[in-house]
């Protein structure tokens, strides 16, 4: 079954049956975290732009690890590509930041 959550853009984000096991097949610790990788992109510390136009949704799931979850929203339609958990959020710094907006 597809699961579907809403982007801080409000665009439907989609994760889908056949994704599910690419992901967790290469990231075998997330294997319980499906949850968590849906409530990332719908409630992110932040999102930075990834290099070919992909998002990267980041949220601390645990003390010192943090989830990261790389999805492509296209006009009113979204699919998650991939998610893995680091201990070095700050490695993501580098890239342009997309949200919250800073002032």
Sequence with gaps: ????????NKV??????????HITEEHCELADM???V???VAHPLRIVEGRAGELLAQR???PGR???VVYREEGDDGFIITAFL?????SLDRRRH?????E
């Design 60 to 62: 601390e799931v645990f």
């Design 38 to 40: 849906l409530k990332t």
């Design 1 to 8: 079954m597809t699961e579907t959550v809403p982007s801080i």
């Design 86 to 90: 680091t201990t070095r959020p700050q």
């Design 66 to 68: 943090h989830l990261v």
């Design 98 to 102: 997309v949200w919250p907006l800073k």
């Design 12 to 21: 439907p984000i989609r994760l889908t049956d056949e994704r599910w096991p």
């Design 34 to 36: 499906k949850p968590d």
